[in-house]
């Protein structure tokens, strides 16, 4: 393992699972794996994204009248997609999964705080009003650590996953999936995933390859 990569764990949450309100396809599955991976310490430095939403997020489908969840509207001149309310702040699906030791992490950065802006990526929230996208400070977080690489593991495969290693190339990071475990929350989505990511340079990597 190169001594600069960080592990990014993203939005491993119970909203993002089976019964949860917003879930992946096997969203759980994906548990186990992920404890096994910090309990090796492998990497360097170790953040957790939590997505934490206030009530009335600007996201759900429910404040926009008329629209249901999955649909897209135009916000800030921008595609929106709309979700079922989830991971609202202090809820027991906004907690980081009771089935996973976190005692390893050096850092958990909560994202999506803002009610008028969504935030999908670890790295910058989604554009807001003003047409910028608000860094969240962890490019400066990791590269003030050494960091130049990260492995990025948790939910969503297709959206808060794929965002953040997308952030993280063109902010000047070498890039990695661990594939096996990551799942989406649009199945379909999987073979467009695999080949943005792949277009984009970004390592695929499965658990069982870490050394
Ligand atoms: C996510 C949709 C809305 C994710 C978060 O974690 O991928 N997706 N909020
Ligand atoms: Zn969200």
Request: charged share 20%; proline share 8%.
């Amino acid at each position: 393992m190169n001594h600069h990569a960080a592990l990014v764990l993203i939005d491993v949450q119970p909203d993002f699972m089976p019964g949860g309100a917003l879930a992946c396809h096997e969203g759980d599955a994906i548990v186990p794996g992920i404890d096994q991976l910090l309990r090796r310490r492998l990497f360097r430095q170790t953040v957790a994204t939590q997505d934490w939403h206030p009530p009335g997020h600007v996201s759900f489908a429910r404040m926009h009248a008329g629209k249901a969840p999955f649909e897209q509207i135009p916000l800030y001149g921008r595609p929106q997609t709309l979700w079922p309310d989830h991971c609202v702040q202090d809820t027991t699906g906004a907690a980081l999964h009771p089935g996973i030791d976190w005692s390893p992490v050096d850092l958990i950065l909560r994202k999506g705080t803002r009610p008028d802006v969504d935030s999908y990526s670890a790295f910058q929230e989604n554009h807001g009003p003003d047409g910028t996208r608000p860094s969240t400070g962890l490019a400066g977080w990791l590269r003030e650590r050494g960091v130049t690489e990260i492995y990025a593991v948790g939910l969503a495969r297709d959206v808060c996953v794929l965002w953040t290693v997308q952030d993280a190339l063109a902010l000047g990071f070498r890039a990695n999936v661990v594939w096996d475990l990551t799942r989406p929350v649009m199945p379909e989505s999987d073979a467009a995933t695999r080949a943005t990511l792949e277009g984009l340079g970004v390592g695929i990597v499965q658990s069982a390859e870490l050394p």
